[in-house]
Every structure is written in C-alpha cells, then in structure tokens.
C-alpha cells in the first residue's frame, strides 16, 4: 500500500501512529497515513509560531510572499492530474472531476499572490489637532486550517491562500478519510521553496489532534469547513485560546423552480446540483420546490435523464455518479429514505445500492415526492444523490418553505423573469443564490452561508481582511512636549 508522511516544519516525518483508508470504489485499503500526537500537532503549532516571528518567512515582503505563492500555483496545475486521481482513489469522486477541479485550485493560488502586496491600510482624518493617524494590517498569526474529506485540495485552497497571502502562517489538519491529495500537495509545497514552518500538513483524530490544534495558546485563527456537530465542539475549544473561529458548515440548499423558467436548464440545474459529486456538496440543492403547474413535467424530465445517468468506477472517464466516500453515508442514505417513505413520500426512483455492483460504497440517484417538508429526506443533510422535491402553488410560498431550514448556504432560482429573479432572491435566506445555474465558484466571488452553515466568507477580496488585524499608530507632529496629562483641555 501507498503510504504518506506528515509535513511538518519543511520536512517528511513518520506519525507516532498509522491509520489505513479505503478505497470506495471497491471497500479496501490502499494507503496508510500517520495519525498526529499530542506532541506532534504542538511541534507543527510551534514550528509555524517560528516561522512567523523568527524566521526567514518574517523577513519576505509581500511581493515576495506573492511570487512563491504564484509557484504553488504553477506545480499544482502542473500536477493536477495526479493530484486528482489521489482524491479519486480516497474519497470516490470522479476522477474527470477531481481533475478539473485540481487544475482550478491553481487559480486560487493566482488571485490571492496577486492580493500579497494590495493589503492597505488607511490615513484617518483624526479629530484632535497636530496628530496623524494611520493604520496597517498584520499578519493575524498562526493559523490552523481544519478540512472535511470532500474536495479536500480545494477547500485549504480557500484558507491557506489568502492566509499566505496576509503573512500568517498555517497548520493544515486534513480530514483523516481522504488525506492523500493534501500529502501530495505537501510534496509540492516542499519543491516550491516554502521555508520551513510555513505551511505544515498533518492528519489525525479528534483527540489529541483536533483538540490540540484549536486550544493551543499559540493559535490565533481557526478555519474550519464541516458539520455543525464538530463546530460546536471547536467553537468550545477556542474558548480556551480565543482564537478567531471562522465556519463554513453544511447546508439543505433550497431550489425553486417556477413556470416560467427554461424546463431543460432547471432540469440540468437540479442534476448537477444533485448528482454532481455524487450528492457529497454542502450546497447541493437537495431541497426542489417546483410549481405545481410543472412539477408532474419537471420529475418525468429528471426521471429519464436519471434513468442513463452511469454509476460505477469513478476512475472511469465514462462514470458519471461514483460512490460514496464511506459505508456510513451509504447505510445512512438508505435509513432516511426508507423512514421517509413510511412517513408517506413517494419514492419515484433510486433509495438503493446499484445490485449490478457488488463492490464499493454506490448508491443509486434518488428522487422522492414529497407533501411538505416534515419528511426526514427533506430535513436531513445526506451528502448522497438524493433529492426530495415538494410542489408550490405561489412565489410567496415558494420563497417560505425555501427559508424552513436551519441552514442557509446555497440557494437556486430558475425563472426567465428578471424582476421575479431579483425580488426572490433578495429574500431568501442564504449566503449564495445562483439564479439559473448551480453550483458556478469562483476565487473572486466570496462563499459562505447564513444560520447553521457558518457565518464567514471565504475567497474574494474580503476573505484575505479575515487573515489580518489592523493596527492603529498616532504621531504626535507638533513641535512642542506633550501636554501635561493633568491639566485637561
């Protein structure tokens, strides 16, 4: 079996534990990877502590903070491929996926190089005579990024780039199911030139690790993207250290269809936020409100084109739905849609494992017709290929059930009238609203949610703000002595 090696303070380094992963396409081992310590996760805190305040990092400029930043860009698009086949093999995405989106991670890298050297501060025009008033930002310090399994190239791209970019430095904790794609990133970040301590690359169990990462003194940032269960506890542990906390959490996206819209690209729309990634996307738009006067039409579309929809390998260029990243998702999938049936949905395709393969943790795209959103299918974040859609009669009603939820990240509208788009979408409660596509990214467009899904915003120009703090200097520029402090003017 492959195995891989923390990265710690610029160089490879056996864990005091090792853990396996498995292959989701067919449920066995293929990698080992060290699982960190107690002390090892304070040695990668100590040595980004170092490398901020004494080392050679503390010494760059920002433009040249932006140039080796721009180098990591260059040798991730260069390694795509391999990096994507990594992720492939660990978490069961689609390889042309993993590929692709590898090969996008780059131009995060890009924007935020570009943004080293455009962080300003501000002269303010002070109230009090013979003073100039200016501020800068810093580097906020250490920064722990904490990642899920999905798209786990991606979403460190999302911290560790506008983190670099301000000056901090970073321990990344990759999700113990997984990791192989960011140990392979860590090989390239050693190519690159990085010194020491700046970014370090480790994996492990919430205890010690997780623990140990986000209550150590050390520690000014935390960066987390996962469920809302592990953010309590995170949110709990940085009382200890008072870290900043930012969380980018799951979701139950809403989509809503009126009859007014383009039938084909809704329908594409609700696949492609469904069943792209096999369903494991925090904004997949799991919950469809179609009009009532379209909604028999819209699930008989989405029926026959989910019908020739290919489940199998996912390195397979011919693969459209992989499998599951786990056997926990697959059994928990099949309970909530078994409950939800016998709450009264209808279940129009899908709700089991393909018989055909007899390895792996696949699961068949799944369509349930739901009355209203009391079903489990409809309230549940699944992180499968399932959706629940439910019919509407009004905007008004449409736009209600949408903000019926404890989440708030994603959104999507399908309509081709203009005033309609902008008047729903300013009503409803999330962070992002795609109005007739779905699931489109960008590193110059900020993402977050509302509610449960977290509050902070990462990538665009404001998320680089979130890495640094301002100082405010006062110059006295008057040629005479201070005034005596007891005689107030």
């Given at each position: 079996?492959?195995h891989?090696?923390?990265?710690?303070?610029?160089?490879?380094?056996?864990?005091?534990?090792?853990f396996?992963?498995?292959?989701?396409?067919?449920g066995?081992?293929w990698?080992?990877?060290?699982?960190?310590?107690?002390e090892?996760?304070?040695?990668?805190?100590?040595?980004?502590?170092?490398?901020?305040?004494?080392?050679?990092?503390?010494?760059?400029?920002?433009?040249?903070r932006?140039?080796?930043?721009?180098?990591?860009?260059d040798?991730?698009?260069?390694?795509?491929?391999?990096?994507?086949?990594?992720?492939?093999?660990d978490?069961?995405?689609?390889?042309?996926?993993?590929?692709a989106?590898?090969s996008?991670?780059?131009?995060?890298y890009?924007?935020?190089a570009?943004l080293?050297?455009?962080?300003?501060?501000?002269?303010?025009?002070?109230?009090?005579?013979?003073?100039?008033?200016f501020?800068?930002?810093?580097?906020?310090?250490v920064?722990?990024?904490?990642?899920?399994w999905n798209?786990?190239?991606?979403?460190?791209?999302?911290?560790?780039a506008?983190?670099?970019?301000?000056?901090?430095?970073?321990?990344?904790?990759a999700?113990?199911?997984?990791?192989?794609?960011?140990f392979?990133?860590?090989?390239?970040?050693?190519e690159?030139?990085?010194?020491p301590?700046?970014?370090?690359?480790?994996?492990?169990?919430?205890d010690p690790c997780?623990?140990?990462?986000?209550?150590?003194?050390k520690?000014?940032?935390?960066?987390?993207?996962?469920g809302?269960?592990?953010?309590?506890h995170?949110?709990?542990?940085s009382?200890?250290?008072?870290?900043?906390?930012?969380?980018?959490?799951?979701?139950?996206?809403?989509?809503?269809?009126?009859?007014?819209?383009?039938i084909?690209?809704?329908?594409?729309?609700?696949?492609?936020?469904?069943?792209?990634?096999?369903?494991?996307?925090c904004?997949a738009?799991?919950?469809v409100?179609i009009?009532?006067?379209?909604?028999?039409?819209?699930?008989?579309l989405?029926?026959q084109?989910?019908?020739?929809?290919?489940v199998?390998?996912?390195?397979?260029?011919?693969?459209?739905?992989?499998?599951?990243?786990?056997i926990?998702?697959?059994?928990?999938a099949?309970?909530?849609?078994n409950?939800?049936?016998?709450q009264?949905?209808n279940?129009?395709?899908?709700?089991?494992?393909?018989?055909?393969?007899?390895?792996?943790?696949?699961f068949e795209?799944?369509l349930?017709d739901?009355?209203?959103?009391?079903f489990?299918?409809v309230?549940?974040e699944?992180?499968?290929?399932?959706?629940s859609v439910?019919?509407?009669?009004?905007?008004?009603?449409?736009?209600?059930m949408a903000?019926?939820?404890?989440?708030?990240?994603?959104?999507?509208v399908?309509t081709?009238?203009?005033?309609?788009?902008?008047?729903?979408?300013?009503?409803?409660?999330?962070?992002?609203?795609?109005?007739?596509?779905y699931?489109?990214?960008?590193?110059i467009s900020p993402?977050?949610?509302?509610?449960?899904?977290?509050?902070?915003?990462?990538?665009?120009?404001d998320a680089?703000?979130?890495?640094t703090r301002?100082?405010?200097?006062?110059?006295?520029?008057?040629?005479?002595?201070?005034?005596?402090?007891?005689?107030?003017r």
């Amino acid at each position: 079996m492959k195995h891989f090696k923390h990265f710690i303070n610029g160089k490879f380094s056996e864990g005091s534990e090792k853990f396996e992963t498995l292959n989701p396409a067919n449920g066995k081992p293929w990698a080992t990877f060290p699982a960190a310590s107690e002390e090892e996760s304070i040695f990668a805190i100590e040595s980004a502590h170092n490398a901020l305040y004494e080392g050679q990092w503390s010494k760059l400029n920002a433009t040249q903070r932006g140039k080796l930043i721009h180098r990591l860009g260059d040798l991730i698009a260069k390694n795509a491929s391999e990096l994507g086949e990594l992720e492939t093999r660990d978490s069961g995405k689609l390889a042309v996926e993993t590929k692709a989106q590898s090969s996008y991670v780059a131009d995060y890298y890009y924007y935020y190089a570009g943004l080293a050297d455009k962080i300003q501060g501000e002269v303010l025009p002070i109230d009090k005579p013979n003073m100039q008033v200016f501020t800068t930002r810093e580097p906020i310090g250490v920064v722990v990024a904490i990642v899920p399994w999905n798209a786990q190239l991606f979403l460190s791209a999302t911290k560790i780039a506008p983190a670099l970019a301000a000056g901090n430095t970073i321990v990344v904790k990759a999700s113990e199911q997984a990791p192989a794609a960011l140990f392979k990133f860590a090989e390239l970040v050693h190519e690159c030139g990085f010194p020491p301590g700046v970014i370090n690359i480790i994996t492990g169990f919430a205890d010690p690790c997780g623990k140990t990462l986000t209550t150590h003194p050390k520690v000014a940032r935390i960066a987390f993207t996962g469920g809302t269960e592990v953010a309590r506890h995170i949110v709990r542990n940085s009382a200890e250290n008072f870290a900043h906390v930012s969380l980018e959490l799951g979701g139950k996206s809403p989509m809503i269809i009126f009859e007014d819209c383009n039938i084909d690209g809704a329908v594409n729309g609700i696949i492609a936020g469904n069943f792209g990634a096999s369903g494991q996307s925090c904004v997949a738009g799991s919950r469809v409100f179609i009009q009532r006067s379209i909604h028999s039409k819209v699930v008989e579309l989405i029926k026959q084109r989910a019908e020739k929809i290919v489940v199998g390998n996912p390195l397979d260029s011919k693969t459209q739905v992989g499998p599951l990243a786990t056997i926990h998702q697959v059994e928990r999938a099949s309970k909530v849609i078994n409950d939800s049936v016998k709450q009264g949905a209808n279940l129009v395709f899908g709700g089991k494992q393909p018989s055909q393969l007899k390895e792996g943790w696949y699961f068949e795209p799944t369509l349930l017709d739901c009355a209203n959103q009391e079903f489990d299918c409809v309230k549940t974040e699944l992180f499968a290929p399932v959706i629940s859609v439910i019919a509407f009669d009004t905007e008004e009603e449409a736009i209600a059930m949408a903000n019926d939820s404890d989440y708030g990240l994603g959104s999507g509208v399908f309509t081709e009238n203009l005033a309609r788009a902008h008047r729903v979408s300013a009503k409803i409660h999330s962070g992002i609203v795609w109005i007739n596509t779905y699931r489109a990214i960008s590193p110059i467009s900020p993402f977050g949610g509302v509610k449960q899904s977290g509050g902070s915003r990462e990538a665009g120009i404001d998320a680089i703000h979130e890495y640094t703090r301002t100082k405010t200097t006062w110059i006295n520029t008057s040629s005479e002595p201070m005034s005596n402090p007891f005689i107030m003017r």
